[in-house]
């Protein structure tokens, strides 16, 4: 198990290439508030999302551009990779994925028990983009998994803003590696997907820029390592 609290491309332009197994990631992206209130719309919801904005406003100088070449040059043949995103930035994830050479299994939808409140349509669920490198190879579960994912979300007390519940991680990593293989998330936050890999005996590279995430991240997944 590798840990560190870097910058991302400080520590993945120094991995060997085709050195990791799967990756499983949440990256800052732009979000969406859904509007917020006003005093001419008081009645409608208030966007719920600009706390994420404040705290990810440190992180977002970083491009898709600039992390999605290293993730393929480092992820080995015939791997898979699983992009969390949203209607924002979906087009611009697929564009520069296909661009450095992912090729696309398909769009995942993960739908949760709770909405983020909008003035439009209502969200209740995100997408992740479910890529390759190389040859197609076949998910372990191949009779019993829809594209439609139904997981909880993490409604109350939250290690991160943005945290995704453990069972959804360990449903991508169960079916895209074995146990032994290398897991890598290049933007951690509070360490769901290293637990996730733990609790499955997966090895774990993890990376988290902001140092208050880093240390609840290692104190989760330490607490995982037996």
Same mark, same amino acid.
């Given at each position: 198990?590798?840990?560190?609290?870097?910058?991302?491309?400080?520590?993945?332009?120094?991995?060997?290439?085709?050195?990791?197994?799967?990756?499983?990631?949440?990256?800052?992206?732009?979000?969406?508030?859904?509007?917020?209130?006003?005093?001419?719309?008081?009645?409608?919801?208030?966007?719920?999302?600009?706390?994420?904005?404040?705290?990810?406003?440190? /992180?977002?100088? !970083?491009?898709? $551009?600039?992390?999605?070449?290293?993730?393929?040059?480092?992820?080995?043949? @015939? +791997?898979?990779?699983?992009?969390?995103?949203?209607?924002?930035?979906?087009?611009?994830?697929?564009?520069?994925?296909?661009?450095?050479?992912?090729?696309?299994?398909?769009?995942?939808?993960?739908?949760?028990?709770?909405?983020?409140?909008?003035?439009?349509?209502?969200?209740?669920?995100?997408?992740?983009?479910?890529?390759?490198?190389?040859?197609?190879?076949?998910?372990?579960?191949?009779?019993?998994?829809?594209?439609?994912?139904?997981?909880?979300?993490?409604?109350?007390?939250?290690?991160?803003?943005?945290?995704?519940?453990?069972?959804?991680? /360990?449903?991508? !990593?169960?079916? $895209?590696?074995?146990?032994?293989?290398?897991?890598?998330?290049?933007?951690? @936050? +509070?360490?769901?997907?290293?637990?996730?890999?733990?609790?499955?005996?997966?090895?774990?590279?993890?990376?988290?820029?902001?140092?208050?995430?880093?240390?609840?991240?290692?104190?989760?997944?330490?607490?995982?390592?037996?």
């Amino acid at each position: 198990m590798e840990l560190y609290n870097d910058d991302c491309l400080n520590v993945m332009r120094a991995m060997a290439d085709n050195s990791v197994d799967l990756i499983v990631t949440d990256p800052p992206y732009k979000t969406i508030t859904g509007g917020d209130c006003n005093g001419k719309n008081s009645e409608r919801p208030k966007g719920m999302l600009g706390g994420n904005r404040k705290l990810f406003a440190h /992180q977002n100088n !970083i491009k898709i $551009s600039d992390w999605m070449p290293e993730l393929y040059r480092i992820v080995k043949d @015939g +791997s898979h990779i699983y992009i969390f995103t949203n209607s924002l930035n979906l087009t611009e994830m697929l564009t520069t994925s296909a661009e450095v050479g992912f090729k696309l299994h398909n769009v995942l939808v993960w739908e949760k028990n709770n909405c983020t409140p909008s003035q439009f349509y209502m969200k209740n669920c995100e997408y992740i983009l479910f890529l390759r490198k190389g040859k197609a190879k076949w998910i372990n579960d191949i009779g019993g998994s829809k594209t439609v994912h139904k997981f909880n979300n993490i409604i109350g007390h939250k290690n991160h803003p943005t945290e995704k519940p453990v069972d959804l991680l /360990q449903f991508y !990593i169960a079916n $895209s590696s074995n146990e032994g293989d290398i897991v890598f998330d290049p933007f951690m @936050g +509070s360490g769901s997907t290293g637990v996730a890999a733990k609790t499955l005996n997966r090895d774990f590279i993890g990376i988290e820029l902001d140092e208050n995430y880093f240390e609840i991240a290692k104190s989760r997944i330490l607490d995982n390592v037996e």
